[in-house]
C-alpha cells in the first residue's frame, strides 16, 4: 500500500503593495472544509521587507502545521465546548461528580469565559479572572477562597486538557496559573463531646434518634446513611457494611450506586446501643409495610419515610437543621457530624489507621490533613504529660 504524503500550499504577499513593501502576508491553504464548502486558510504576519525572509518563514510555518503544532481556526465557543466535555464524560464520571462539574461550569466558567472563542482563551485572561475573584466573586460581594478557585481550575484543566488531545489548542492555559493561600486555614466546624451527648438527649424517642447514632457510630457520609439497607446489616455480629450511597445526579431522582473508592467500602462493628435501635426500626419497618399495604415503598432503607420512600439527600439536610433548630441546639453542618466523630476519635487516642479505615479515607494522610486541629487542641496536653513523665525529676 501506497502511503498518502500529506501536504500544503502557500504564498506570500507583499503588503500594501509590491512597490512600497512595508510587511508580508502569509496564507496556507487548507483545502475546503467538508461542512461548509468553504476554503480553510490560516493567515499569518511578518515585518519584514525581505521576500526571501518571508518565503523562509512561510517554509517554517508549512512545516509547524504538518507537525500539527498549529490549530486550524475554530469558532467555537468556551462554551460550547463546556457543554460537549460535559456530555462527554458523564458516562465515565459519577453523577454527583458530573453534577458538581455542571454547577462550576454554569455558576463560575460559563460567566466569565463562555462567549469567548476557545482558541482566544489565554493564561493571561484566566489569571485575571482568578484574580479578581480573590477580591469579589462574580455571584456576590464576598471573595472566593483558594480553595474554592483551585477547584474551580481542576474542573477547568481537566476539560481543556481534552481540547488539547483533540488538537483544538495547543496547549493548556490553565496551566502554571498562580492562585496561592488562603491567609486564613478553613475552620473545621465540630461538636464537642457535651454537645453531642446534648443532642443525643434531645433526640431520643424520635425518628432523628437512629440517623444520629449511625452518624456518630459508624463516621458516615449522608449518602452512606441513605443508602444503608437492612441487608447491609448483620446483626448477630453488631456489623454494618458500608457498600452503596444514594448520589444526587443531575436531574431530580438519586440513584444508589457503589461506593466511590475501594477505601468507602467497609464493615465496622458497632455499639450495642446502635444495634438495638436498628432491631427497633426494622419492626417499625415492618409494622409501616403492614399498615400501608400496596402504597408501602419497599425500599428496604433503614433511613426513610414512613411510607418507605428514600429521603431525597437535600430533604433530609433539611430535616437536620429543622431537628437542631426545634431542640436549640447550635447549627453545624450534617457532614459535620462526621468531622466531629473522627475528632473524637482521635482526641481520644485512637490510633490513626482505624480511624482512617472506620471514616473510609483512602490514606490516613487526609484524616490527619483535614484534621490537624485537633493535634493542635490537644499541645497543651501533650507539653503536660512530657513534663510529667521527663522533666519532673529535674525540678525535685
Not at 424520635?206 to 452512606?224: H, I, K, N, Q, S
Request: proline share 4%; hydrophobic share 35%; net charge positive.
Amino acid at each position: 500500500m501506497v502511503k498518502t504524503v500529506k501536504t500544503v500550499k502557500g504564498s506570500v504577499r507583499p503588503r500594501p503593495n509590491a512597490e512600497n513593501v512595508q510587511y508580508y502576508n502569509l496564507t496556507l491553504e487548507l483545502g475546503t472544509d467538508p461542512a461548509t464548502g468553504k476554503r480553510k486558510r490560516l493567515y499569518f504576519k511578518i515585518n519584514t521587507t525581505d521576500k526571501q525572509e518571508a518565503e523562509n518563514e512561510l517554509m517554517i510555518k508549512k512545516a509547524e502545521y504538518l507537525q500539527e503544532k498549529i490549530v486550524e481556526p475554530s469558532k467555537e465557543t468556551v462554551g460550547q465546548f463546556l457543554e460537549r466535555y460535559l456530555d462527554t464524560v458523564r458516562s465515565t464520571l459519577s453523577p454527583a461528580t458530573v453534577r458538581d462539574y455542571r454547577g462550576v461550569i454554569e455558576r463560575y466558567l460559563e460567566p466569565e469565559f463562555g462567549n469567548m472563542r476557545l482558541q482566544d482563551l489565554t493564561r493571561t485572561k484566566v489569571q485575571q479572572v482568578y484574580n479578581a475573584w480573590k477580591v469579589k466573586s462574580n455571584k456576590s460581594d464576598n471573595p472566593l477562597k483558594a480553595t474554592t478557585i483551585k477547584h474551580i481550575n481542576r474542573v477547568f484543566k481537566s476539560a481543556l486538557n481534552i481540547a488539547v488531545e483533540d488538537g483544538l489548542i495547543k496547549e493548556n492555559p490553565t496551566r502554571r496559573i498562580k492562585i496561592g493561600k488562603d491567609i486564613e486555614p478553613n475552620h473545621l466546624d465540630v461538636y464537642t463531646v457535651e454537645e453531642i451527648r446534648e443532642l443525643q438527649k434531645a433526640v431520643r424517642g424520635t425518628d432523628m434518634e437512629l440517623p444520629v447514632a449511625l452518624l456518630f457510630d459508624c463516621v458516615l457520609r449522608r449518602g452512606e446513611l441513605l443508602g444503608l439497607r437492612y441487608s447491609d446489616i448483620d446483626f448477630d455480629k453488631k456489623e454494618v457494611t458500608i457498600q452503596y450511597t444514594w448520589a444526587e445526579t443531575e436531574g431530580k431522582e438519586p440513584i444508589l450506586k457503589t461506593c466511590k473508592t475501594e477505601s468507602s467500602y467497609r464493615k465496622m462493628i458497632v455499639s450495642d446501643y446502635t444495634i438495638s435501635l436498628l432491631k427497633r426500626q426494622k419492626s417499625i419497618y415492618l409494622r409501616n409495610k403492614m399498615k400501608y399495604g400496596d402504597r408501602f415503598c419497599d425500599s428496604k432503607r433503614v433511613i426513610c419515610k414512613e411510607n418507605g420512600e428514600p429521603f431525597l439527600p437535600k430533604s433530609f439536610t433539611r430535616k437536620w437543621a429543622r431537628t437542631l433548630e426545634k431542640y436549640g441546639l447550635r447549627h453545624i453542618k450534617l457532614h459535620g457530624t462526621r468531622h466531629s466523630a473522627i475528632s473524637l476519635l482521635l482526641s481520644e487516642g485512637v490510633p490513626i489507621q482505624m480511624v482512617q479505615q472506620r471514616a473510609g479515607h483512602q490514606d490516613p494522610k487526609i484524616t490527619l490533613s483535614v484534621y490537624s486541629h485537633v493535634a493542635r487542641d490537644k499541645e497543651t496536653l501533650v507539653a503536660e504529660k512530657l513534663n510529667n513523665v521527663l522533666f519532673s525529676a529535674v525540678n525535685q
